[in-house]
């Protein structure tokens, strides 16, 4: 359980931590290839955890080093993934396209992760059957088979994150060239394409597509994994919900344009440089309108913690979430502390008030879990939060840095 001490304004600076959703699809590439993988500027968390676990139990030596993975060739590489590593989080499906590239035939139970609504992998599947795999799904497990990968031109009906990079990883060891025709074009997916890049298998984006050359093998490389730019976002927002002052230093301010624009709007002081990105408020907030999208649109990662920051606003905020359903777990939560929302189908309504208040609470997710903590950081008496192994999924070292801007924040058993 984490309790928060709410009311103290936050101001001071912290560092950017690597980014999850790039580390994630970077060891699944360390499967492509029998050399050695460097990542540096990798975040300890729980769900990179779980992505070396499943590499490990695929076959690869890994050593970790402070913020650096080391992982090694180790022995052949196995043809099917553990369900219970699989079940704990939604990316080691993605492990699927290097082992049918290398194997030629694979097997991976259907996967885990948040609960924010379905997330099928059909996309997955159907790109990969363009590639020329053939799948039976029985008993929750997907039996895969593909004699050799061929690259072709595949469309997707949704720019998916989660699918293009399956694409990526599998075209890289296809025959010739495979198109991806309205990919995702997010800065985790595009660190891929630089990754693989690095690793042999040329990458190039193009106005509406992604095209990457297949190779017979992948060298190894030394790869640094790109700034999180949700963490970064939710310390901005949490210096901002307390009418502080929070700097983030390694944040790409390129990467955050659509919620640095947003909280522009509602009367923020933003300030940018090379290397930091600081957020500034010292009133209460305007109301304005977000709706999810695709990059470079707002993140459906930060619609939560922007949910809580406006319910503290003057004026009516209105947020269309478009990517992901049942993206709105946390706003019972966040009613029990005193904010007024309500859900109409894919919209959350917020009338602002002027003060939260303390309550006992759960996270049901990562970033409903940093909604929470926003709203704690911001209400007049103490919170207490269950559900933090969340947290320890998607922010590395929450509690200190929290601390280090000012938060009173203790983790209790």
């Not at 690095?198 to 193009?206: F, S």
Request: charge should be neutral.
């Amino acid at each position: 359980m984490i309790r928060i001490e709410g009311g103290r304004p936050l101001r001071g600076t912290v560092q950017a931590a690597g980014s999850k959703n790039a580390a994630l699809p970077a060891v699944m590439a360390s499967l492509l290839t029998v050399e050695p993988m460097v990542l540096q500027n990798v975040p300890r968390l729980l769900d990179v955890d779980a992505a070396v676990a499943l590499a490990e139990a695929l076959g690869k030596e890994v050593r970790w080093q402070d913020s650096t993975i080391v992982l090694n060739g180790g022995r052949e590489l196995a043809p099917e993934a553990p369900a219970p590593l699989v079940q704990r989080m939604r990316a080691s499906f993605l492990a699927l396209g290097p082992i049918l590239a290398r194997r030629g035939e694979g097997r991976m139970p259907l996967p885990g992760g948040c609960s924010i609504g379905p997330r099928p992998v059909d996309l997955h599947l159907a790109g990969l059957r363009r590639l020329g795999a053939s799948f039976d799904v029985r008993g929750g497990t997907v039996h895969a088979s593909a004699p050799r990968l061929a690259g072709t031109t595949v469309y997707l009906d949704y720019p998916s994150v989660g699918a293009t990079e399956q694409l990526l990883l599998a075209g890289a060891l296809a025959d010739g060239v495979t198109a991806i025709v309205n990919p995702a074009r997010e800065p985790e997916v595009v660190d891929l394409g630089r990754l693989l890049t690095a690793m042999g298998a040329p990458v190039t984006w193009r106005e509406d597509r992604v095209e990457i050359r297949g190779q017979s093998a992948l060298n190894g490389t030394t790869h640094r994994v790109i700034p999180d730019r949700v963490e970064a976002g939710t310390y901005l927002l949490a210096g901002a919900i307390t009418r502080g002052a929070v700097t983030v230093v390694g944040a790409r301010h390129e990467h955050l344009d659509a919620l640095l624009s947003k909280l522009v709007e509602t009367g923020a002081e933003v300030r940018v440089n090379e290397d930091a990105v600081t957020v500034a408020l010292g009133v209460r907030p305007q109301a304005v309108n977000i709706q999810t999208l695709p990059y470079p649109g707002f993140p459906t990662d930060l619609q939560p913690p922007m949910i809580s920051f406006l319910s503290t606003a003057s004026g009516r905020s209105t947020a269309r979430e478009t990517v992901f359903a049942s993206r709105f777990n946390y706003v019972g939560a966040l009613a029990r502390m005193g904010a007024q929302v309500q859900v109409t189908a894919d919209t959350v309504l917020t009338d602002g008030v002027e003060t939260l208040h303390g309550a006992e609470v759960e996270a049901t997710d990562i970033r409903a879990g940093a909604a929470l903590v926003l709203a704690a950081l911001a209400a007049a008496e103490a919170t207490e939060i269950r559900g933090e192994m969340h947290l320890a999924r998607g922010y590395a070292g929450l509690p200190e840095k929290l601390r280090s801007l000012g938060a009173e924040v203790c983790v209790t058993d």
